[in-house]
């Protein structure tokens, strides 16, 4: 059974910086596709990054080009999404989501493609 835990989070003041781990059992995620997503209070949830199986390539939605960076390490079995200068409008609960297909940069957003979701991590951004 693939397990997936986000952690990480935590109550953060605007600009300031996090960085989320997601770990896994059960699986090697070198062999994953992966996406980021997060959910914001009151609103549906929004893929923000992703690392394409198929292509190798690391993606970001528009509205966090340049602050989120995605990263990994395959030795510990984890994948990473760095936040740089946190905004009010980052505070949501962050979730790690593994494709154990290939996974097409365009197929990124859709949350039906992932087939193992972690529990989430709460990010809270005070101004």
């Known amino acids: 059974q693939v397990q997936l835990v986000e952690s990480g989070g935590g109550l953060v003041q605007a600009g300031d910086s996090l960085t989320l781990s997601c770990s896994a059992s059960g699986a090697t995620l070198a062999y994953f596709g992966i996406g980021w997503f997060r959910q914001a209070p009151g609103k549906e949830r929004e893929w923000v990054s992703c690392?394409?199986?198929?292509?190798?390539?690391?993606y970001y939605a528009d509205s966090v080009q340049g602050r989120f960076t995605f990263s990994r390490d395959n030795a510990k079995n984890t994948v990473y999404l760095r936040i740089n200068s946190l905004k009010s409008e980052d505070t949501g609960v962050y979730y790690c989501?593994?494709?154990?297909?290939?996974?097409?940069?365009?197929?990124?957003?859709?949350?039906?493609?992932?087939?193992?979701w972690g529990q989430g991590t709460q990010v809270t951004v005070s101004t």
């Open positions: 690392f394409s199986s198929r292509d190798g390539g690391v």
């Open positions: 989501a593994a494709d154990k297909g290939p996974l097409d940069y365009s197929d990124c957003p859709q949350e039906d493609e992932y087939d193992f």
